[in-house]
């Protein structure tokens, strides 16, 4: 049976609200991470760094012709990025019930943010340079240590809904009655934020080392699909702690009404830098010590078994 006009039409606007989507994620992720950059510096007594200075240089190194990386590496940098922007494209960040919302599942979501960290290690270790290399290895066993905390992620995620796709779960969220769902999933928000984001200390140092002999359209998309990651689990930590502030379609309707959706994308942008500002004050004030990777590790793990156990205790209670 073919399907009518009425659903045609309602395909074709959901797919302008999700390329609406993805050009807001593309746009603000350098500008989220100059954020984070900009407000390290200044409480950390460095200086006044420039918010848009990710811009600049992910544009600056798009003009240039770089050298080109060898073997398998040549094809690292497109391949994070495109992994990257398949993780954004999953996450929401003004709506739920969008084309393709059927595949946003935590585990996958996860599974692609991971891999859009570990391709680049990959790539930094296959042309052998000493100071790339050994930046690729200890990225690697603190990556390693940390993804300990997914699977308690997707479990909580499991008990909530019965699944884990991420628009079931926020729907779940914003019944009136969760149960003990609403406060679970603001404990799985820190636990993300602690393990996935690569944003401990000396990260942005190792970072730069492991694209020390790439330049030009690669380094550009390595800096960029790193941005989008950092954005993707900001997002979707704040859609797990807030999704009020997402729009939701109507009862018999495919997608959202049309004026909910500037108060959706104006709920992101105020959730984004109010994630923002509480990772700068964490970052500076609990894990500012070079042994912060072993204390992300401990607090995300608790934070994540905190919320099974508070979601164990509401199934009890029910």
Same mark, same amino acid.
């Given at each position: 049976?073919?399907?009518?006009?009425?659903?045609?039409?309602?395909?074709?606007?959901?797919?302008?609200?999700?390329?609406?989507?993805?050009?807001?994620?593309?746009?603000?992720?350098?500008?989220?991470?100059?954020?984070?950059?900009?407000?390290?510096?200044?409480?950390?007594?460095?200086?006044?760094?420039?918010?848009?200075?990710?811009?600049?240089?992910?544009?600056?190194?798009?003009?240039?012709?770089?050298?080109?990386?060898?073997?398998?590496?040549?094809?690292?940098?497109?391949?994070?990025?495109?992994?990257?922007?398949?993780?954004?494209?999953?996450?929401?960040?003004?709506?739920?019930?969008?084309?393709?919302?059927?595949?946003?599942?935590?585990?996958?979501?996860?599974?692609?943010?991971? $891999? =859009?960290?570990? #391709?680049?290690?990959? @790539?930094? !270790?296959?042309?052998?340079? %000493?100071?790339?290399? /050994?930046? *690729? &290895? +200890?990225?690697?066993?603190?990556?390693?240590?940390?993804?300990?905390?997914?699977?308690?992620?997707?479990?909580?995620?499991?008990?909530?809904?019965?699944?884990?796709?991420?628009?079931?779960?926020?729907?779940?969220?914003?019944?009136?009655?969760?149960?003990?769902?609403?406060?679970?999933?603001?404990?799985?928000?820190?636990?993300?934020?602690?393990?996935?984001?690569?944003?401990?200390?000396?990260?942005?140092?190792?970072?730069?080392?492991?694209?020390?002999?790439?330049?030009?359209?690669?380094?550009?998309?390595?800096?960029?699909?790193?941005?989008?990651?950092?954005?993707?689990?900001?997002? $979707? =930590?704040?859609? #797990?702690?807030?999704? @009020?502030? !997402?729009?939701?379609?109507? %009862?018999?309707?495919? /997608?959202? *009404? &049309? +004026?909910?959706?500037?108060?959706?994308?104006?709920?992101?942008?105020?959730?984004?830098?109010?994630?923002?500002?509480?990772?700068?004050?964490?970052?500076?004030?609990?894990?500012?010590?070079?042994?912060?990777?072993?204390?992300?590790?401990?607090?995300?793990?608790?934070?994540?078994?905190?919320?099974?156990?508070?979601?164990?205790?509401?199934?009890?209670?029910?």
């Amino acid at each position: 049976m073919m399907p009518s006009w009425g659903v045609i039409a309602a395909w074709m606007v959901g797919c302008v609200l999700s390329v609406a989507h993805m050009v807001l994620m593309v746009a603000c992720a350098p500008v989220a991470r100059g954020l984070l950059v900009a407000g390290m510096a200044r409480l950390g007594g460095a200086g006044r760094v420039p918010v848009l200075a990710r811009w600049r240089l992910i544009l600056s190194c798009a003009r240039r012709h770089g050298v080109r990386a060898a073997g398998g590496a040549e094809i690292v940098p497109a391949l994070a990025l495109a992994v990257a922007l398949a993780a954004c494209a999953l996450v929401p960040s003004l709506a739920l019930g969008l084309p393709g919302s059927g595949l946003a599942d935590l585990l996958l979501v996860s599974g692609l943010l991971v $891999l =859009a960290r570990l #391709l680049p290690l990959l @790539g930094a !270790l296959e042309p052998g340079g %000493a100071r790339a290399g /050994l930046a *690729a &290895a +200890g990225d690697a066993a603190a990556l390693a240590a940390m993804q300990a905390v997914f699977p308690l992620a997707v479990a909580a995620a499991v008990m909530a809904t019965g699944h884990g796709g991420i628009d079931a779960l926020l729907t779940r969220l914003r019944d009136p009655d969760p149960g003990g769902g609403r406060v679970s999933s603001m404990l799985l928000a820190v636990a993300i934020l602690l393990a996935g984001p690569d944003l401990g200390p000396g990260d942005e140092a190792r970072a730069a080392d492991r694209m020390v002999d790439l330049g030009g359209r690669g380094r550009a998309a390595l800096e960029l699909a790193r941005d989008l990651a950092l954005l993707a689990w900001i997002t $979707l =930590a704040g859609d #797990l702690a807030w999704p @009020g502030g !997402l729009a939701v379609p109507r %009862a018999g309707d495919l /997608l959202p *009404a &049309a +004026g909910s959706l500037p108060g959706a994308v104006a709920a992101w942008l105020a959730r984004t830098v109010a994630i923002c500002a509480g990772i700068v004050a964490a970052r500076v004030v609990v894990m500012g010590a070079a042994r912060g990777v072993r204390g992300r590790l401990v607090l995300a793990l608790l934070f994540a078994t905190l919320a099974v156990v508070v979601l164990f205790a509401g199934q009890e209670v029910a």
